[in-house]
């Protein structure tokens, strides 16, 4: 079946650094990957959607510069939260799907704690 | 742009009764609909799917309903049980921009 794996699973970082979190589709192509974010005590918030072979598409508030995404491959994408500060902390989900279909499968998620 | 309401945000159910969670959404051109289960400190587990075209969808333990009239979606937990507790989210889709908005979630709490 699809599956979505995120690393890490939690990481602790210090305000001001940056850190990196990956996403690894197995059993299925990952045509897109939509990188989402929820912080404590609210929903899901999208970031971006990345296109193999396209332009990624930043949602309103989150921007390249802050939170730059790679997806190289059709297996594998990649995002950088840069200058981390307490606003960013939270739960980073990535979801991909194959070509046309409608449906995302999400990873278990990477929690974002910034001390 | 699309909005969506979810409701209640608390529930608290007895093992072996019902739970009932809505979802309200605002765009009539919205195709996808989705139910997600989050456990503690994990991810989005997929429980059901639904497109537009089919209002009623019955999975293990529960029933999605959708009234498109009304632009409602509906998870009816039957015979809840404690492995049920968790938090509930909907998505919501309008196909072709792949973008997903989210319910803001249902706290379930199934006391044994």
């Known amino acids: 079946g699809a599956l979505v794996y995120q690393y890490p699973r939690r990481t602790i970082c210090k305000s001001g650094t940056s850190m990196r979190m990956e996403c690894q589709a197995v059993?299925?192509?990952?045509?897109?990957v939509a990188w989402y974010r929820q912080s404590p005590q609210k929903t899901f918030e999208l970031i971006a959607l990345?296109?193999?072979?396209?332009?990624?598409?930043?949602e309103q508030n989150f921007t390249q510069e802050k939170f730059p995404i790679s997806h190289p491959n059709l297996s594998f994408s990649s995002m950088t939260v840069l200058n981390a500060y307490l606003e960013d902390r939270g739960l980073y989900l990535c979801?991909?799907?194959?070509?046309?279909?409608?449906?995302?499968?999400f990873g278990s998620g990477t929690r974002l704690t910034v001390l | 742009g699309e909005q969506v309401e979810q409701r209640p945000p608390h529930l608290s159910v007895r093992e072996g009764d019902s739970a009932v969670i809505i979802c309200t959404y605002t765009?009539?051109?919205?195709?996808?609909f989705f139910w997600y289960k989050q456990e503690p400190g994990a991810g989005l587990q997929l429980l059901m799917k639904?497109?537009?075209?089919?209002e009623i969808n019955e999975g293990q333990g529960f029933t999605v309903l959708l009234n498109k009239k009304d632009k409602q979606l509906s998870l009816n937990l039957t015979a809840a049980h404690p492995g049920d507790s968790a938090v509930y989210f909907c998505?919501?889709?309008?196909?072709?921009?792949?973008?997903?908005?989210f319910g803001a979630g249902t706290r379930l709490k199934v006391i044994a």
């Open positions: 979801g991909a799907r194959t070509g046309g279909a409608e449906t995302l499968y």
């Open positions: 059993g299925f192509q990952a045509t897109s």
């Open positions: 990345s296109t193999v072979n396209s332009a990624i598409k930043y």
């Open positions: 765009d009539p051109n919205s195709y996808y």
């Open positions: 639904v497109f537009s075209s089919t």
């Open positions: 998505a919501v889709s309008g196909g072709g921009n792949y973008k997903y908005v």
